[in-house]
Each structure stands twice: as C-alpha cells, then as structure tokens.
C-alpha cells in the first residue's frame, strides 16, 4: 500500500476532478443497523408495520430512493464495527445493493454511548476505502460525551487528511445542542464546542456541523422556544430547531449553509418533547428558506406506529397515534420537494 504522504502529493498533483460533487443538500433519515439485523447476513432491513423488510428488496425500493444515513461504526478506524458485527461484513453485504441500485449512503460514527475513534491516517485510509463506491455520499461523525479532547483532536486531524485525498466526500460532525429563546444564544455544549473548535483547528474545510435538536428537556427559553399545548409549557420542537441554527450562526459564526439539522421524530426520550408531522414540516420550510446543508431524522425505525400502547421513546415506534408507517418520511421530503413513496 502507497504510504498516506505518497496518496497526498498525488492527490494534489491530480486534477480535481470530483470536488464538484460535494452535495450541497443532503435529506437523509438514519437508519440503526442493529436494529432488526440478522447477523447471518448484515442486510440493512427495517419493520415497518412491523414486517421485517430489506431496505433494498430484490430490486424494489419500499422506502424511496432518498439517500440514507448508516448507524453507527465504532471502534478504530479501519478496525471498526457494528454493534458487534464486523465492519467488512456489514459492507461486503450492503455497498453493492446500495451502489447498484443508484442510492446514496453516508457512514455515521459513535452514537449515544458508542466512541468511535481514529490514530492513524493509515486506519483512516482503511476505513473509507471499505464502503467506497459511486454512492456514497460521505461520512458522519456522531460526538457525544464519551470521547476524550485528544481522541476528537485526533479524530479531526485523519478527516482532514482525508479531505486532501478526497475533496468530493462530505464531512458531517454532529452533537447536541440547545435552542435558547431568551437572547443568550445558549446552543452547542462544552462537547459540541470541543469538535467545532477541532474541526477549525484541524483545517477542515467543507463540513457540515449537523445540530441534533432534540431531548431539550422542561420547557424553558434558556433550552428552547416555548408555547403552550392544552396550556401547559412545552418545547416547540419546529421553531426550536432553526432557533438552535440561528443561535450556533450567530454565537460561533457558523455559515447556514455548513449548518444541519437532525430531529428525533414523534416522542423524545425527554417525553414533553413530542416532534410532530407539523414540526417535520416546519423544520422542511425553514431548513429551505435559510439554505441549511441539510435535514435527517432519528430514525427510519421510528417512523412507524407502535403495534401496542408504549409510554415515552421507543426504538422501535414514534409512539404517535394515528401516525402511519413512513408518515414522517414522507411530510419532509414532501416539503424538500424530493420524491419519497
């Protein structure tokens, strides 16, 4: 193998051929791997209604063809894995059917309680190159809480090497944020501050730093934008959302168009925050209207009804009543004007 140092000098001596396919807007759903898998074949598949079904099944399309996010790669770079399964496997039984059928895919790291980490430009090398083909996208870096300041230096050091060798993949950061209405423009915690501050350090050029307005807790203008539902105080999961772009434009001089916005649909872990069908649609209009880089939601896998009565989030069900399978899908890229079925 061509050492990094050998990759790079080639890379900057080739013409650029590919910067131009660095999508200016991604509409893209996560989808958790873990969830339905069966280990015996590493096939992305979802239950919507409850009947376990490929995403891509025997040429059809059940979901659309919008791209869609992977969750979640953890470990090291070049030796990840997900949620325990080997990382070549899942790749070996989903970049082709993804590739063939013309469907863009992004790579997303970490997670809630997952650290992914990289040390090595070599690791990094590794990684990309083994979901490599025409469709994918590029790749997101989920940050939470659990990883170090020297582990998310490090992290931003690869991509940005990364990024010299392959200027047409899109770099997506994303990490919690509030959506302060009070005027103190409170949005990214000490965490997301950490990666953003990284990022710039790092030299990372075209990124996405991808906001995930969700779990705000009680309703409070120091956390989000508040009105009243059957007069009690809630979050307005929609304004709060382009509240936390506007504030995180503001605060860190963030560009709109290198800002993201990712919602978790119906009940929130936090259960007074419900995002509903109007939110979904309200997020769409204001991510156009202020040329945001891009709107997902967390997750495929919720965006059906529950089969019985559950109280709060569930991984498996929006715990919407009346809510239809793939009705979140739907409203937004509806509203995006994007086709979905």
């Not at 061509?2 to 509409?27: C, D, G, K, M, N």
Request: aromatic share 8%.
């Amino acid at each position: 193998m061509r050492s990094i140092s050998t990759l790079l000098l080639l890379a900057a001596l080739a013409p650029q051929a590919h910067a131009a396919e660095f999508p200016a807007f991604v509409y893209s759903p996560y989808k958790h791997l873990a969830m339905w898998n069966d280990p015996a074949n590493n096939v992305i598949t979802a239950a919507p209604n409850g009947v376990k079904t490929p995403y891509i099944a025997d040429g059809a399309l059940p979901f659309g063809k919008q791209p869609l996010t992977w969750a979640f790669a953890s470990g090291e770079c070049g030796d990840e894995h997900w949620g325990g399964q080997p990382a070549q496997a899942v790749a070996d039984a989903n970049v082709p059917s993804f590739a063939k059928a013309g469907i863009g895919y992004i790579i997303s790291t970490g997670g809630q309680g997952n650290v992914f980490t990289c040390a090595t430009d070599d690791g990094m090398e590794r990684f990309i190159r083994r979901y490599e083909s025409p469709q994918l996208i590029g790749f997101d870096f989920d940050i939470e809480a659990e990883q170090t300041p020297e582990q998310i230096a490090s992290l931003a050091d690869r991509i940005a090497v990364a990024q010299k060798l392959r200027p047409h993949l899109r770099m997506s950061f994303t990490v919690p944020t509030l959506a302060a209405s009070d005027g103190s423009r409170i949005s990214l915690n000490p965490t997301a501050e950490a990666v953003l501050a990284a990022v710039r350090k790092a030299g990372i050029q075209n990124y996405a730093l991808n906001l995930m307005v969700m779990d705000y807790g009680p309703a409070a203008k120091k956390a989000c934008v508040v009105h009243k539902v059957r007069g009690k105080a809630r979050c307005d999961m929609g304004a709060s959302a382009l509240q936390a772009a506007r504030n995180v434009h503001a605060k860190y001089g963030v560009p709109y168009e290198q800002i993201e916005l990712t919602a978790m649909i119906g009940v929130n872990d936090v259960v007074e925050n419900v995002f509903t069908l109007r939110d979904a649609q309200a997020v769409a209009q204001g991510v156009l209207r202020m040329k945001l880089a891009g709107l997902h939601y967390w997750s495929l896998d919720r965006d059906t009804p529950c089969g019985k009565p559950v109280k709060g989030a569930d991984a498996t069900c929006s715990t919407m009543p009346g809510v239809p399978a793939g009705a979140y899908l739907r409203a937004m890229a509806r509203t995006l004007g994007q086709v979905a079925q």
